[in-house]
């Protein structure tokens, strides 16, 4: 298969670039130290479809095919992982879901906004007892009349602290929880939703993590994505949609660590002589560079298998799995040359290294990719 990108996605990545580089550029350092969200570039991001990259035209998205949508998480991430990772989460984890098994009634009700930016999306199912373990939860729904009423506590929502919709998973089935699991779009207007204090975390500093309590949280039954029972199939389904966000932010931390630590070993000079004539730089370089060409490819191949609708679990697994673990690396040699200076926070390396270790947690972490992909390695016919 062909994964060159096309004139559209080359005009697509300088553009993008050239806004991240400009608008996120000058505080990314900024909102990493203080652990804030800026809102006053999130508002430039509304207008520019950035809230709606796949969202059918129908419905005011870009409705972009999976490649320019991940040269956009890429980007982003490359200045500020933690602006990409909400870009991510928004247009994988809660956009999609509704345009992939929304009514048409729910789509028109919070697609719109949504594609605005005027709300962000969250998504909510780690709890304190269950990550990976999503037949586990115990977050309960149980019916009401024309409602269901939500109780329980979702832990480490991306994008928690300033979202607008989430998509929540419960069950509604306290005794089989997998059988009565249930996906549910939820207003944070919705009284008994109470969003918690935001994570002080060691990465992604900027994206506002936080708790969210549903304490007697009245949820139209009409909000339900799906039937009672297709919880766990519209959540991992999804989850595979955010495993392609994640390698792409991934790759876009290691991109940034790569091009700081090219430009520092031209520079920098230990015993009169450029870092980049030391054979040890030399093959870091030549290392990372690689590294990060068989992840883009891997992520590519994901993308191309989104877009065909064909099966794509054992693709956006790997791509994950590879990307994530690539971008640690890459980072750790980042500031391996950049030395004592790596580890310094007035040099961008240290945040880079710092946001690259999470990839390889959420969404799945890496011992849960390898399962998905042995899985389906197991499954084929010799």
């Known amino acids: 298969m062909f994964f060159n990108p096309t004139m559209k996605h080359k005009a697509l990545r300088k553009?993008?670039?050239?806004?991240?580089?400009?608008?996120?550029?000058?505080?990314?350092?900024?909102?990493?130290?203080?652990?804030?969200?800026?809102?006053?570039?999130?508002?430039?991001?509304?207008?520019?479809?950035?809230?709606?990259?796949?969202?059918?035209?129908?419905?005011?998205?870009?409705?972009?095919?999976s490649i320019s949508y991940a040269i956009v998480i890429e980007e982003i991430s490359r200045v500020s992982a933690a602006i990409g990772l909400c870009l991510a989460v928004h247009n994988s984890l809660s956009i999609h879901p509704i345009v992939r098994w929304g009514t048409e009634e729910q789509k028109r009700q919070f697609l719109p906004d949504m594609v605005r930016g005027e709300k962000i999306g969250a998504f909510c199912m780690t709890e304190a007892g269950i990550g990976s373990d999503v037949g586990g939860v115990e977050t309960n729904a149980t019916l009401d009349g024309n409602d269901y009423?939500?109780?329980?506590?979702?832990?480490?929502?991306?994008?928690?602290?300033?979202?607008?919709?989430?998509?929540?998973?419960?069950?509604?089935?306290?005794?089989?929880?997998?059988?009565?699991?249930?996906?549910?779009?939820?207003?944070?207007?919705?009284?008994?939703?109470?969003?918690?204090?935001?994570?002080?975390?060691?990465?992604?500093?900027?994206n506002p993590v936080s708790s969210i309590f549903l304490e007697n949280c009245r949820v139209p039954s009409r909000n339900m994505l799906g039937a009672p029972g297709e919880g766990v199939t519209v959540g991992m389904e999804t989850l595979n949609v955010g495993r392609i966000s994640i390698a792409a932010q991934a790759?876009?931390?290691?991109?940034?660590?790569?091009?700081?630590?090219?430009?520092?070993?031209?520079?920098?000079?230990q015993f009169h002589r450029y870092l980049s004539s030391f054979q040890t730089i030399r093959n870091y370089l030549a290392d990372m560079a690689t590294d990060i060409d068989a992840g883009r490819l891997l992520l590519y191949r994901a993308c191309a298998a989104q877009d065909s609708r064909n099966s794509f679990r054992e693709e956006a697994a790997m791509a994950k799995l590879f990307c994530s673990e690539m971008a640690r690396r890459v980072t750790d040699k980042a500031v391996q040359i950049h030395g004592g200076y790596g580890y310094s926070k007035e040099y961008g390396v240290e945040r880079y290294f710092r946001d690259a270790k999470v990839t390889e947690i959420y969404e799945g972490t890496s011992e849960v990719q390898r399962m998905i992909i042995s899985r389906e390695l197991l499954a084929r016919r010799v």
């Not at 979202?163 to 919705?190: H, K, L, S, W």
């Not at 790759?251 to 000079?269: N, V």
Request: charged share 25%; with cysteine.
């Open 15 to 65: 553009a993008v670039r050239m806004f991240a580089e400009t608008e996120i550029g000058p505080v990314a350092r900024t909102i990493d130290r203080e652990a804030s969200f800026p809102w006053e570039v999130i508002k430039k991001m509304g207008p520019l479809d950035f809230f709606g990259l796949q969202t059918p035209k129908t419905f005011g998205g870009a409705e972009m095919d």
């Open 251 to 269: 790759l876009g931390i290691a991109q940034a660590a790569f091009e700081d630590s090219l430009s520092y070993s031209k520079d920098r000079q």
């Open 149 to 206: 009423i939500l109780n329980g506590t979702k832990i480490f929502v991306t994008n928690g602290g300033v979202c607008g919709t989430a998509i929540v998973f419960a069950t509604t089935d306290y005794q089989n929880p997998r059988q009565g699991a249930a996906m549910f779009i939820v207003d944070r207007e919705t009284p008994g939703f109470i969003v918690g204090e935001k994570e002080d975390l060691c990465g992604m500093r900027a």
